[in-house]
């Protein structure tokens, strides 16, 4: 994934969450991906775009230091987004994008990768060999 992906990623992004890409949170998100995708050691993005030019799918996921454990460095990988466009899903484009992400939180020595799926993701997470955290739990700020 490169800088010039970060619009067409929002632009998806905001067809998935069905909100218009108008307005400060598209704004804050297509900046987001720019700034992060500039500072490459710590994020990375992986698309698959198809022979007509347009982005069809991405998994974009950042790493973060941790407090180490005993069996654990503390380097941890978060998968922030994976999206594939509903014309494209179930031919393996999200499956892709999300190994070659894993594949590069390993390789950036990440011990542990946390993502929060949504239902339609669910399955291939599963696949992949994530599984449920009984034991997470968040809080929204207002």
Known sequence: MTEEDALSIARLRSEMIKAPPIGRWFEDLTAYLTDGLARAEDMAGFVVDVPAGHLVSAALGTIYQAPPGPTYTGRTGYVHLVLTKPGYRRQGYGRAVTACLLAWFWG???????????ADGERLYRSLGFEENARSMRLFGT
């Open 108 to 118: 950036q020595g990440c011990g542990l990768v946390n993502l929060t799926a949504s």
